[in-house]
């Protein structure tokens, strides 16, 4: 009596040579779908916030960070 992988053919994942094929179109729609959604996640966060810093460094950043707190603190008080 043979056992279900020795009717599907002796494969490890026990998949048939057409189940195999089936199963790796998705996975590869599931990863090219997921990759391009991270690609326009990161473009956008670029777009919010750079990365790297501009001509003047992180100076600016800091600059910008303080003008925030100066204006937050002026309206709690």
Request: hydrophobic content about 50%.
């Given at each position: 009596?043979?056992?279900g992988?020795?009717?599907?053919?002796?494969?490890?994942?026990?998949?048939?040579?057409?189940?195999?094929?089936?199963?790796?179109?998705?996975?590869?729609?599931?990863?090219?779908?997921?990759?391009?959604?991270?690609v326009?996640?990161?473009?956008?966060?670029?777009?919010w916030r750079?990365?790297l810093?501009?001509?003047?460094g992180?100076?600016?950043?800091?600059?910008?960070?303080?003008?925030?707190?100066h204006?937050?603190?002026t309206?709690?008080?």
């Open positions: 009596m043979a056992t992988s020795e009717d599907r053919g002796g494969s490890l994942s026990g998949l048939t040579p057409a189940e195999a094929r089936e199963f790796h179109r998705f996975f590869i729609q599931g990863f090219i779908g997921f990759t391009v959604v991270a326009i996640a990161h473009f956008l966060a670029w777009l750079p990365w810093p501009g001509p003047n992180y100076s600016m950043l800091i600059d910008g960070t303080k003008a925030v707190a204006t937050a603190m309206m709690l008080t």
